[in-house]
């Protein structure tokens, strides 16, 4: 690839995050999302603007951020790629990589991609090669509500999961549950029953909507209790033999 894919914007870095995915990792906030989730913690890496001013995103090159990596390295397991949506910036995000995995100090960590899914099957094609696992985002299977929390269609996040379980490189599907939004249990073991067809034993992370940094709502949103979600959990292992993480 040539010099217009070494570089993206990004929103911000964190060297050191055990919650992106496996291990301790580096995190990348890709800038640029194409959803508007009423749920969202980082609103502001959703518009895909350049920089503007010092607070803003930058624009950073594959080797600006191999550098905080590499310093990184001895103390991480990964490079986790979020945002925003990372899969927005497909040729950066190839780049980057690509480069920690050539890289004979580097090669040893996993590289994963937190996304909501909906992006064409060629990203995830040409991501693979260089990919160890995406973490995908199911917001709702139910189509109305995932359009109403989103503002977008959920079509291409399920063939998104299905095309990425089918290159071997789905690593969980995260479904983050809002109480009286998208936690309803007839709709809880419909989703359950769609994962289950994709592969019974796939791993399921269930994640309580947290108000404390979500922008702000009208009506706000209701976060749901820990028995709730322990609830949740228990009827879809009722559906599969679900790898199930509940946080």
């Not at 990425?164 to 007839?186: F, K, M, Q, S, T």
Request: glycine residues 8%; contains cysteine; hydrophobic residues 40%.
């Amino acid at each position: 690839m040539g010099d217009s894919h070494r570089s993206g914007l990004v929103a911000s870095t964190i060297p050191f995050s055990n919650v992106d995915g496996p291990g301790n990792r580096f995190v990348v906030f890709f800038q640029g999302c194409n959803f508007d989730c009423a749920a969202c913690h980082n609103p502001q890496t959703i518009p895909g603007h350049e920089p503007v001013d010092d607070d803003g995103p930058r624009r950073l090159g594959v080797d600006e951020l191999l550098v905080d990596i590499r310093r990184a390295a001895p103390f991480i397991s990964g490079v986790t790629a979020s945002g925003g949506e990372a899969t927005q910036q497909p040729a950066f995000l190839h780049e980057l990589f690509a480069e920690v995995k050539s890289d004979p100090d580097l090669a040893h960590l996993t590289c994963m991609v937190d996304s909501n899914g909906s992006c064409d099957f060629a990203t995830w094609d040409g991501l693979a090669p260089v990919m160890d696992g995406a973490m995908i985002d199911l917001k709702c299977l139910e189509p109305t509500i995932h359009l109403e929390m989103t503002g977008q269609r959920n079509e291409p996040v399920r063939a998104g999961i299905r095309h990425v379980h089918e290159l071997d490189r789905l690593y969980e599907v995260r479904l983050l549950l809002i109480a009286g939004v998208n936690d309803d249990r007839d709709l809880l073991l419909r989703t359950g029953e769609w994962l289950a067809a994709v592969d019974p034993g796939m791993r399921v992370k269930v994640i309580g909507f947290r108000g404390h940094g979500a922008r702000p709502h009208d009506p706000p949103l209701v976060e749901p209790t820990a028995v709730e979600l322990e609830e949740a959990a228990a009827l879809l292992d009722s559906v599969a033999s679900f790898e199930l993480c509940v946080v």
